[in-house]
C-alpha cells in the first residue's frame, strides 16, 4: 500500500512524526525542525506525539533501533546494526519508519527525509524555501538503508570570522552563542557532518553559549566539538588570557617548561569541563596564536622531548578525567607548520613517529593553505592506528595574500586534491576552513558530501564537479525556475570560480595579468562581463525567495568577486593604455571607480538586505593587499594624464604590444601576426587617440584578400575603436614581400604587416588534427610594400613573430598506458584549462619508462637546435618528505629523462618565493630543455610521482621565450 | 678737454655722427641704428651726416681706418692696422672717433659706444631699453683699441626651427626673409659675433630674403655666412627638393655616384650666386637630411675615396666660380656623425687627413649634441693649416631625448667645455646651435663673448661663469632695479640652469629622482619653489620695460623650466605616495594639473605679450618625451586611487624609503637613520591617511633626549604633516638598545628605530675638517624599547643604516700638485655640484704617478675588506680616437691603478646606452674596487688624461650599494 504524505491529512492529524519518549533530546530537536520542513512544503505541521499512540494515519515512526518504540515496530533492522551514522527508512503497512543505528544516523534519517520532500539543506542557513507541495508519494515496498559515511569525522571550521562572522554573530545574536551555534549545528548536520572547530579568534565556545550552553548543545545535535588545531584539552586560546594572571592558579606563562604546573591544571581543568562532551581532543602544544612553541635557539631535540612530555601529561589527563580507555577517546595531533618536523625528526634525531603516546591518536595533516595537499603518509605511516584527518581550506587569513570575503574555491581542484588525500588512506577526519561559513555553502557542501559518499563522488567519478554543481542548483532551485536558468545557475557558479581559480579575488592587482599580450587582459574581461550580465538577467527575473536564494548562492559571491577582477583587468588596460599615452586610459579609469563604487554598495547591502540577516558579512578585506594582511591595502592605483590638445592617433594590434602614432623618423611598424595561423580568418586594430579632440584615419589597403572593417573614420577621445582585418583566403596569393595596410592620421602613417602563412606554407601534409606546427615567421622590417615617409623602417630590424607551439595539454597526440596506470583527463581543473593527471593516483610508477604512463605530443619545429619546453602544471606540494615529484620526458627515441619538477629551494610555507608564487599564479611553471630536429618531433611525457597535474605546453627557441604573460600564449595551430 | 654727449647738445644738433659718404653701406645701417641707441638713452637722436661737414659741436666720427674722412682726422691708426676686427675709439679735441681697421672692427667700434652708453645689446631683439641719461663724459685723454678677436668665426645656427621660430617668422614677418634677418644679424654682431648659419628646415636663405635679400643684407653688415654642417657650396638642403626631378638640369637624386653631372651643376650654380658674398663655404657631402650618404653595404674606403671626389670638384668649382686663390676662401668641412670615420680612417685605409683637398679647409669638430666636446685635435692634428672649429648645441633635436624649448644650458660646463677646445687649439671657428634664439639669448651671449675675448673670459678665468652671470645682467637691469635685485636675478639665472644642468627640462620625467631617498626629490622641489617665489616677487614689483625684459631674460626661462620641473616631481612624489597608499598622493596629483595649466598659459601668453612680439616661441614640445621626437609625448601619467573609508595613518621616515602603518604582525619598523651623523641633530617623520578620514596619533617617547614637535594630534587626509624629531646631544647617554619612538594611531603602533653615534662612537679623536667617517650602524630590528604588539619584529632581521661614506670631491683633504699641473676647483660645475679638473686641461700628465697631479680623500672604515670607490664624473668623451679617459686610484701606499673611465662599448651617438645614459643624467658613473684597510685610509686620484673631471665620490662595502638615486648620497661626516 503506497505511503502518502499530503497537507490534508497533517491538517487532519495524520502523517504525525512519533517518537520514544525515551530517545535522545537531541533527535526530537531535530524532528521538530523537520516538522517546519514538512510545513514549507505542504503548509501545515505535522504533530510531534511521543509513545505508542494510535489512531494516526500515516504516521511517521523516528528512533534509534535501541528505542522501544523501533523496537515495538518489528522491522528489520539487522542492516543498520553495529553501523556508524546510518539509518533505514522503509514503509510499514500505512506507516512510514525512520531508524538510526545510532543518533547521528536518526538525525540524518530525519533530513533525508526533507530533502526527499524537495527541502534544501539551507532551509535554515540561507532560508531556502522548498517549492510547495499538496502530496509526497512512496510506494509500500519502499526501503532505503543508507551507507556507512566514507570519512569519519566530517565538519569545518569558522575561522578568521573577524569582521565578517563576528559582526553578524554580535548584531544578529549578541555574541557567539547557542543562538548561532544551533544554526551553524543545524547547517553542518543537513550538509551530513559530524564536526566542528568553533569560531576561536576573541571568542571562547564553552563560556559563550552563555556558559556551557554551546557545548551541551552540539552534544545534544550529535556534534562532535574539536578545538583548531593549535588548542589542546578542549581548552580554547582565547581562555588562558582571560584566566593567567599573577597569582593565578593557571600560573601567568603559556609555556610548559616554566609554568608546567599551570598549564597542566589549566588543561585538567579544561578536560572535566567539556570532557563528557562528544568531543576530538587536540593534543599537542603550540605557542599562542598559531605561533612555534620554542624560541628559535632551541634544537629539534628539544622540541620533539617537550612536545613528547606534554603529550604524555595530557594522555594522563584524559585517562583520569574523560576514560580510562583512552582507545575510546577520539584524540587528534596536527601536523601543522612548525609540528611537523617533530613528527619525522631527522637523520640524527628520532621524531614522534610511531611513538607510544601517539597511538591511537588521528594524525591531522593539512594542505598549503591554499588548497593543495601539503603532504601525505607514506606507505609505511599509514598503517598507523588513529589513521589521518585533512585540515583544508576555503579561506585562509596570512602568506602571501589572505581570502576571506566571498568564496574563490573551483570544485575540480578540491575534487583532486581530496580524492588524492582519502586515495593516500586519509580517512578519519576532513575539516575544512570556511572562513564565515557564509558564501562558501557551495564547496563546502561539495566537501561534505565527498566525505560522506566518497564512493559516489570520489576518483572514479571524473564528472563529480560538474554533476556536484548541477546537483547543487536542483537541490536549491529545481521546481522554481526553468530548466534552462537551472543550467545557467550551473554554468554561472561554475563560470565565476573558474575566474577564481585563474587568481584569487583577493590575490588580483593590476600586474597579474599582461595587458595587451595574448589578448588575456580583454578575454579575461570579456568573461567577467558575460557572466554579470548574464546572472544579472536571471536575478531581474526573479522575485521573492527564489531571487533572495539565487542572490546568496550565485548573485552576490558571483557578482562581488568578478566586479573586484573586472575592477583589476580594467586598472591593468587602463595602465597598459595610460603607458601608450592613449586617452581611452582615462575611460578605463572611470570604469574602475564604478567597480569601486559597487564593491561597496554591496558591503552596504549586505548591512540590510532581508532585514539584515547577513550583516557585517561583506566586511573582510578583499582589494588591494600589499602584505598578507590589512596593512597597506589599496584601493587600484588608477593612471590618468592630461591628453595633448592635439589631432593624434594610435594604433595597436589587437593581443600584442605592437602601437604607433606612426610619425616620421620612429619607424615603429606594428606586426598582426594572427594570420600565421592558417585557420584563423579575422584579426583586430585597436584605435584610440592620444589628443583630446577626435582623430581621422583612413585605410590605405593595397591587398584584394584583405578587408578592413571600416576603412575610414573617426575616432573619438577617450573611446576604443575596434577595427576587424579579415583574410579571404580563397584570393590570397603568395607575394615575395609580406602584405602591409597603412592606417594614415593627421600626422601619421601606420605602416601594419600582416604576415600569412597557409597550409602548404607550413608544410602540412594530411588531416589528422595531431601535430602541431610551428607558425612563425621572421618578417623584415626593412621591407616595404607601401611607400611613407617612416625614414627609417629599420629600427626593429627582423622581427620573430609567433615563434613558439602552445599546447593544451590535453590535446595530446596519443596516449600510452603501462600495466600500473594511465593518464586520465580532469575537465575545467584550473585556470579554466583542462588537465591530465595518472590514475591511480597514489601510485609510484617507478622511474623507468616500463611502468609509466605516457602522453606524446607531436610537434613540427623549424630547425634543429634547443628548444625550451614549458609545462605548465598545478603548484603540487611533494608528495612525501623528499622534495621531489619527478616526472618523465624524452624526444623520439631517446631516453628517457626525470625531472624534478619542485624547486631545490621550494619549501612549502611563509615566505618561500617558489612556493608563494605557485599559489598565487594557481600553477608551476617547469621549464626543460630539449633538443629537437628539424621537422617532427614526439615529445612524449611520463607520469613517475604522484601529484603531476598537467595544463598547458609552451615550446620555444631555447632563450627566445614567447611574450610574457599570466595565463601563457594560447593553443596554436594542430592539424 | 673733456668730452661729452647730452641731450641738450644733441637737440641743439651736436654729437652728430659723421660718417665718411663713400664709407660702406653696412656701417651706414649700423651707425643709424645706433643712432636710435642714442636717441633711446638721450632722448635725442643725433643727426646722421656724411663727408667734412663743420660746425658742428661734438661730433662723432665713423670709419674704417681707409675711409678719407678718418684718414683726415690724422689720428694715430697704426695700432688698429693689419689686424682683424679691431677698433679705436680716441677723444681727439672736442671729436669723438670711432675708427676700424675693417668693416666689422667699425662696427664693433659702433656698438661698442652704444655699450659704453648703457644700452644692452638685446635693445632690438628683445627690447630692452637703456636707462635715459642726460650726459654722457669722456676725458680728453680718451684712448681705446680693442683685441682682435680670439676667434676667427664666431656664430650660431639658428635650427630645429619648427614649430617655435618657424611660425614667429611667419606670423610676425612673413617668412624667413630679410625683416627678420635684420634683428637677427643685428643681433649677432651686436653681441660681437660675425657669423651664422640661417634657418634651414624647409627655408631657402638665398631664396626667402625675398630672392637674395638675406644674403645681401648680411653681406652688408659684415655678416659672414655658411651653411649647415651638411650644405655644401652655399645651397642649402631644402633647395634641392624644389629643384631635382625629372628633366631637371639639377638630375633627380641626391647621389654623387649616379648623378655626378646634376650635383656639381646644382653646386656650381650655388657657388655662382652665392659667392660673391662672405661665406664659409661647406664642403662634403651627406646624405639628405642630417644622414650618412652612403648605403650600409659600402666600405669605408668606397666612402673616403666618394668624399675625396666630392671634394676635388668642390675645390675646383670654388677656384672656377669664387677665387682662384683657394687660400683666400674661408672653408669648412665638419667631421660629424659618420664623416668622422672617413676623415680618421682605419690601420688598413687611409683617411682624408692630411689630403690636399682639405688643405686650408677649417676642420669642423662637434660636441656630442649634449654639450660634452666629442674629440679634439691630436698633437699632430693641431699644424693643420685651416684650422679646426667647433660645432656646439644649446638646443638638439635628436636621440635620446630633444630639447628646444627653453634655455637648459649652464654656463660654467660651456666654460669648461669651450676653454678645453680653445686650449687644444679650436679657435678658428665656432658655431652654437640655438634652436629659435629665443630664451637661449643668456648662454649665446656667453659664448660669442667667451670666443671674442678668451683673454679674460677663458681657462684662466676660475669665476668667468658666474663673473659672467652677473655682467649679463648688470648689462640689461643696472639702474633700472635696486643692487640687490640685480645680484637676485644673477642668482635666479644661476639657480634655474643649475637645476636643469641635473636633468633638462625635456628628459624629466617621473622615474629620474627617487621619491624619497636622500630626500632628493623634496630637495629639489623646494629649490625650484624657492626660485619661482623669489622670482615671482621680483617681477611683480617691476613694471613697463623692465618688467617685460626681465620676463623675456629671466622670468620666462625660469618658470617655464621650474614648472615643468617641479611637474615632474610632484608625479614622482605622486608615484610615491600612491605605492605607500598615501592620501597625499591625491593632493600631488592635482598640484600636478595645476602645472599642465601654468605650462599652457605660457604658451597662449607668448602669443600675445606685447602685441605677439614672440608669437609662437613657447610651441616646441618638452614634455613627456617616450623617444626622442614627439610620438608618444606624454604629460604626466598621475596615479590617483578611492582612499580607504577608515583611519589610517602612514608614518614615513623623510629622506628614506621606510613607510609603515604599524598594524599587528607586520612587524615594519621604520629607522631613522639622521642622528648617526654626530653633526645632525634634526630629522623629520612625515605623518599622511591611507583613508579619507583625518587619523589621529600621539606619540610615545621614552627619550628624555629627543624632542618632537607635535606629541599627538590629527593628521587631515589629503595632506602631509612634517614632525620634526630633535636630538639634545647634551642630554644624550648611550644605552644599550637603539633608542625607539613609537606613534600610536587607531589601528597601528609605528616604532620608528632611531639610532645616534657620537662623536666619540666614532672613535674622532681632533677637529681637523679632513677625515670622512663611516658613521653606519647595524641595528637589530628585534630588539625592543617600546612593547606594542607587533608580534614580530624580526622581519627585518638586522638593519643596516648609513653604510656608505659620501664625499664631495671638492673637499678633499689634500692636494699634491705636480711639475706638470695641478688640481683646481670649478665652482659650481653642473648637477648642482662643483668639480675638480687639472690644470693645464689640454696636457696628457703621463701614466705614472710622478708627473700626476693627485687628491687625497682620507676616509675611516668600520674594516678591513673590498669596498666599492663610485666616482661621479662630468660624461666628457674621450679626448681622442682611442676611447679612453685614464684617471689614477691607490690607497695609502699602495701601487697606482690605472682606470679607464669609459665603458669599453661606449660610444657617442645614437642608441649607445652609455652614452645616452650619460648625456641624460649629465654624470658618469665609475665603480672602481678598492680593498680598504679597517680605520683609516688615504684614497689617492690622479689625473692622468684630459677631461677627467670629478664631483662626487661614494664609498660602500662592495656588493652592498646605497638606496638607488639620482644625485646620490649627499655628503656624510666630515671631521
Known amino acids: 500500500m503506497e505511503y502518502i504524505i499530503s497537507s490534508n491529512k497533517i491538517k487532519k492529524g495524520g502523517n504525525a512524526i512519533i517518537l520514544d519518549p525515551d530517545t535522545l533530546s537531541g533527535i526530537k530537536k531535530i524532528a521538530a525542525r523537520v516538522s517546519f520542513d514538512f510545513k514549507a512544503v505542504f503548509s501545515a505541521k505535522p504533530r510531534l506525539l511521543e509513545g505508542a499512540v494510535s489512531n494516526v494515519k500515516s504516521p511517521i515512526y523516528v528512533g534509534m533501533l535501541n528505542d522501544k518504540l523501533i523496537q515495538d515496530l518489528s522491522i528489520d533492522t539487522s542492516d543498520i546494526q553495529n553501523k556508524r551514522e546510518v539509518y533505514k527508512i522503509i514503509v510499514k503497512n500505512d506507516a512510514l519508519i525512520i531508524a538510526g543505528s545510532d543518533k547521528r544516523g536518526t538525525i540524518y534519517g530525519l533530513f533525508k527525509l526533507s530533502e526527499m520532500l524537495g527541502v534544501s539543506p539551507f532551509i535554515d542557513w540561507l532560508d531556502v524555501k522548498p517549492v510547495p507541495q499538496k502530496e509526497f508519494r512512496l510506494p509500500g515496498s519502499y526501503s532505503y538503508v543508507s551507507k556507512e559515511p ?221 588548497g593543495n595537499l601539503r603532504t601525505v603518509p607514506s606507505a609505511h605511516m599509514r598503517s598507523h592506528k588513529g589513521g589521518y584527518g585533512m585540515y583544508y581550506h576555503f579561506d585562509y587569513h596570512g602568506l602571501p595574500i589572505s581570502f576571506e570575503w566571498f568564496n574563490t574555491s573551483h570544485l575540480s581542484k578540491v575534487w583532486e586534491q581530496m580524492t588524492t588525500a582519502y586515495d593516500f588512506g586519509i580517512r578519519d577526519l576532513w575539516i575544512v576552513n570556511v572562513g564565515d561559513i557564509f558564501s562558501n555553502e557551495y564547496p563546502l557542501s561539495f566537501f561534505l558530501d565527498l566525505a560522506y559518499d566518497f564512493d559516489y563522488w570520489g576518483s572514479s567519478n571524473f564528472k563529480a564537479a560538474r ?41 588580483m592587482n593590476d600586474r597579474v595579468y599582461a595587458p595587451f599580450s595574448y589578448n588575456e587582459t580583454f578575454d579575461k574581461l570579456k568573461q567577467c562581463e558575460k557572466l554579470m550580465d548574464s546572472a544579472k538577467k536571471l536575478l531581474d527575473k526573479l522575485s521573492g525567495n527564489t531571487r533572495f536564494a539565487f542572490y546568496e548562492l550565485v548573485w552576490l559571491p558571483l557578482s562581488a568577486n568578478l566586479n573586484v577582477q573586472r575592477m583589476w583587468l580594467l586598472t591593468t588596460l587602463n595602465h597598459g593604455f595610460a603607458k601608450e599615452g592613449s586617452t581611452y586610459a582615462i ?15 554591496i558591503v552596504k547591502e549586505l548591512h540590510t538586505i532581508e532585514d539584515g540577516k547577513w550583516y557585517g558579512m561583506g566586511l573582510s578585506e578583499h582589494i588591494g593587499f600589499n602584505a598578507w594582511c590589512e596593512e597597506g591595502c589599496q584601493y587600484p592605483v588608477i593612471h590618468t594624464f592630461e591628453p595633448a590638445n592635439k589631432e593624434r592617433l594610435i594604433v595597436s594590434v589587437k593581443g ?206 623549424p630547425e634543429e637546435g634547443d628548444y625550451e619546453v614549458l609545462l605548465y602544471t598545478n603548484p603540487s606540494n611533494p608528495y612525501s618528505r623528499d622534495n621531489e615529484i619527478f616526472f618523465g620526458i624524452s624526444v623520439n627515441d631517446g631516453g628517457m629523462r626525470k625531472i624534478n619538477m ?74
Open 150 to 370: 566514507s570519512v569519519r569525522f566530517r565538519g569545518f571550521f569558522i575561522n578568521d570570522e573577524w569582521p565578517a562572522f563576528g559582526n553578524f554573530c554580535n548584531k544578529r545574536f549578541g555574541g557567539f552563542n547557542a543562538k548561532v551555534y544551533e544554526h551553524v549545528f543545524e547547517l553542518l548536520l543537513r550538509l551530513k557532518g559530524n564536526y566542528m572547530w568553533p569560531a576561536m579568534w576573541s571568542a571562547i565556545f564553552p563560556n559563550d553559549g552563555p556558559g556551557l550552553e554551546n557545548a551541551i548543545l552540539a552534544d545534544e545535535l550529535g556534534v562532535v566539538m574539536g578545538m583548531s588545531h593549535h588548542e589542546p584539552c578542549l581548552r580554547q586560546g582565547e581562555e588562558y588570557k582571560y584566566l593567567r594572571g599573577k597569582g593565578s592558579i593557571y600560573g601567568d606563562a603559556w609555556n610548559f617548561l616554566t609554568n608546567e604546573k599551570g598549564i597542566t591544571r589549566f588543561w585538567e581543568d579544561g578536560l572535566k569541563r567539556s570532557g563528557r562532551f562528544e568531543n576530538v581532543i587536540t593534543g599537542g602544544m603550540r605557542g599562542e596564536a598559531d605561533t612555534a612553541i620554542m624560541g628559535k635557539e632551541a634544537t629539534l631535540k628539544d622540541n620533539i622531548d617537550l612536545l613528547r612530555k606534554v603529550l604524555k601529561t595530557q594522555n594522563r589527563l584524559i585517562k583520569e578525567n574523560v576514560n580510562e580507555n583512552l582507545d575510546e577517546v577520539p584524540r587528534m595531533l596536527a601536523l601543522y607548520k612548525e609540528v611537523e618536523p617533530y613528527f619525522y625528526g631527522d637523520d640524527k634525531t628520532k621524531g614522534l613517529m610511531d611513538d607510544p603516546e601517539l597511538e591511537g591518536v588521528t594524525l591531522m595533516l593539512c594542505d598549503d593553505n591554499f
Open 467 to 507: 554533476e556536484y554543481t548541477d546537483s547543487f542548483v536542483k537541490r536549491n532551485f529545481e521546481g522554481r525556475m526553468t530548466q534552462s536558468d537551472i543550467k545557467k545557475c550551473s554554468e554561472l557558479l561554475e563560470g565565476y570560480t573558474r575566474i577564481t581559480s585563474a587568481r584569487r579575488t583577493e590575490a
Open 902 to 975: 619542485i624547486h631545490p629551494y621550494f619549501s612549502v610555507g611563509d615566505g618561500n618565493p617558489y612556493w608563494s608564487m605557485g599559489v598565487l599564479e594557481n600553477t608551476r611553471k617547469v621549464s626543460v630543455n630539449l633538443k629537437l630536429n628539424e621537422g617532427i618531433n614526439d615529445i612524449n611525457i611520463y607520469a613517475l610521482d604522484p601529484n603531476f597535474v598537467l595544463q598547458k605546453i609552451v615550446i620555444s627557441a631555447w632563450g627566445n621565450p614567447p611574450a610574457e604573460s599570466y595565463l601563457g600564449p594560447k593553443e596554436t595551430f594542430r592539424y
Open 656 to 861: 600584442s604590444n605592437y602601437y604607433s602614432e606612426g610619425m616620421f623618423w620612429t619607424g615603429h611598424v606594428p606586426v598582426m601576426d594572427s594570420f600565421l595561423n592558417p585557420e584563423v580568418d579575422e584579426a583586430e586594430l585597436l584605435l584610440s587617440t592620444a589628443g583630446s579632440v577626435a582623430a581621422k584615419y583612413n585605410i590605405e589597403n593595397p591587398n584584394s584578400f584583405i578587408s578592413v572593417s571600416e576603412e575610414s573614420g573617426i575616432v573619438r577621445p577617450y573611446t576604443l575603436k575596434t577595427l576587424k582585418i579579415k583574410i579571404d583566403r580563397s584570393q590570397y596569393r603568395k607575394a615575395k614581400k609580406v602584405p602591409e595596410i597603412c592606417v594614415h592620421s593627421a600626422d601619421g602613417n601606420i605602416v601594419v604587416k600582416i604576415p600569412v602563412n597557409t597550409i602548404s606554407d607550413l608544410g602540412v601534409e594530411k588531416k589528422k588534427r595531431g601535430i602541431f606546427y610551428w607558425t612563425g615567421k621572421t618578417v623584415d622590417m626593412n621591407e616595404k610594400v607601401i611607400d611613407v615617409p617612416l625614414h627609417q623602417r629599420t629600427w626593429p630590424g627582423k622581427t620573430e613573430c609567433m615563434d613558439y607551439i602552445s599546447i593544451d595539454a590535453v590535446n595530446f597526440t596519443s596516449k600510452t598506458d603501462s600495466s600500473k596506470g594511465a593518464f586520465r583527463v580532469i575537465e575545467d581543473y584550473s585556470r579554466g584549462m583542462d588537465a591530465v593527471k595518472a590514475y591511480p593516483q597514489n601510485v609510484i610508477f617507478s622511474r623507468s619508462k616500463k611502468d609509466a604512463p605516457m602522453l606524446t605530443y607531436t610537434v613540427r619545429v
Open 587 to 601: 575611460a578605463l579609469g572611470k570604469k574602475v571607480n564604478e567597480c569601486i563604487d559597487y564593491d561597496r554598495e
